[in-house]
């Protein structure tokens, strides 16, 4: 029997769940309620649960072993239909804010959102490990999520600035950056634009709950925070995009975008 994850990054049962009952992602935020760790019901089998997410992503070994998704599958097409929606937005935006001073962006998480982490989902058997994750990381060698990479070009190429404000650390920028130009995604990968944990040296706009001494922000204190400080510079955020409630919630967005992901669950 797999040992789940930590609170802070453990399997999304009741999401999975949801998703096996049927339920669709769809534009904006998820319409599936935000999991929860308690029921009064039998919970869903794991091991038919586990089973019900390689079906979603259409899980599959390529020649060199590693876990893919299938461009053909549910998880695919609910891609589709949610950056169709975020394109519309996007170039509405644009016209919208052109000639004005505010200048419109988007916001993008990393892990799930932009790069694809199924492979070390599926060989850990869901089952988190710091060390592990951190040289699965260093590898920079992440498939891009289905469609991102051109999702990242077309706002580009409607003048929308893109940031990515992502819970990776700053000692892990340079193989984050890596693996998104190997995917194609090249697109503002400075670190005026990229958004990384610096807990050694956390910025002053997080001052409320980081310091040299002590990093004490939530995920949602720390992805709020860096928007707000976006928007700070002169931007409206007119979508923000992540694959977890928290990447989504404390506003400072316009439109949020919820992707699918069943494999885990980051308060």
């Keep these: ?108 998480d990393i892990d799930d959102t932009l ?20 040289a699965y990381v260093a590898k920079a060698d992440r498939p891009a999520v289905f469609g991102t990479p051109a999702l990242i070009a077309y706002a580009e190429s409607q003048g929308v600035e893109v940031f990515y404000n992502s819970g990776l650390s700053e ?28 807990k050694v040296n956390p910025p002053a706009y997080l001052s409320d709950c980081a310091t040299p001494a002590a990093w004490k922000c939530t995920t949602v204190q720390y992805k709020s925070g860096t928007r707000a400080h976006i928007e700070s510079l002169g931007y409206d955020i007119v979508g923000n995009f992540g694959d977890q409630e928290s990447d989504l919630e404390g506003g400072h967005a316009d439109r949020t975008y919820k992707f699918p992901n069943p494999t885990y669950y980051v308060g």
């Design 1 to 108: 029997m797999p040992t789940l994850r930590p609170s802070t990054r453990v399997i999304g049962v009741a999401a999975a769940c949801a998703l096996a009952a049927g339920v669709a992602y769809g534009t904006g935020t998820a319409s599936a309620d935000r999991p929860s760790a308690s029921t009064t019901a039998e919970p869903h089998n794991i091991g038919l649960l586990f089973k019900e997410i390689d079906s979603y992503y259409g899980a599959t070994q390529d020649a060199d072993g590693v876990w893919q998704s299938s461009p053909d599958s549910q998880y695919a097409q609910d891609l589709a239909r949610i950056q169709a929606a975020a394109k519309k937005r996007i170039a509405r935006a644009a016209h919208q804010h052109h000639g004005k001073d505010e200048r419109p962006a988007v916001v993008f």
């Design 115 to 134: 790069l694809l982490s199924l492979d070390y989902e599926k060989k850990t058997n869901y089952v988190y490990n710091d060390a592990t994750w951190k």
């Design 171 to 198: 000692e892990q920028r340079s193989a984050a950056v890596e693996n998104l130009k190997k995917v194609g995604i090249d697109v503002n990968l400075d670190a005026d634009h990229v958004f990384l944990k610096n």
